[in-house]
């Protein structure tokens, strides 16, 4: 069974940095897509920035130059990393690591950027900006 753990969240005062992470097990793939989503009440999941099994990023959303997204693939471990620096109040959200298996990276090429595109999800980790 694939679980995703996120930490790492907490709070901070604006313009401070947290790293977020989201271990990944249960599974093995040829392939995945991984991504990093927010949400805030009353609105959809906001993805933020993603990650291939070959190892190519994209990022999406407000804080495009500000996140970066890592991971680190041992064997029988995986971990998604998000550092995010200069928070912002309007960073304040959950945020969730998602996950879908895929036979090759080539098929996370311009896919897998909507939250409905992915199967697995994690509990969530919170973040609070303050200013």
């Known amino acids: 069974e694939v679980q995703l753990v996120e930490s790492g969240g907490g709070s901070v005062q604006a313009g401070g940095s947290l790293r977020l992470s989201c271990a990944a097990s249960?599974?093995?793939?040829?392939?995945?897509?991984m991504g990093w989503f927010r949400q805030v009440p009353g609105k959809g999941r906001e993805g933020i920035a993603y990650i291939s099994s070959d190892g190519q990023t994209r990022y999406g959303g407000s804080p495009k130059g500000r996140f970066i997204v890592s991971q680190n693939n041992a064997e029988n471990s995986l971990t998604l990393d998000l550092q995010m620096n200069n928070l912002d109040t309007e960073d304040s959200a959950m945020y969730y690591c998602?996950?879908?298996?895929?036979?090759?990276?080539?098929?996370?090429?311009?896919?897998?950027?909507?939250?409905?595109?992915?199967?697995?999800w994690g509990q969530g980790t919170r973040v609070t900006v303050s200013s």
């Open positions: 249960g599974f093995r793939a040829l392939g995945y897509c």
């Open positions: 998602a996950l879908e298996l895929v036979p090759d990276a080539k098929y996370c090429r311009g896919k897998y950027v909507r939250s409905t595109e992915y199967t697995h």
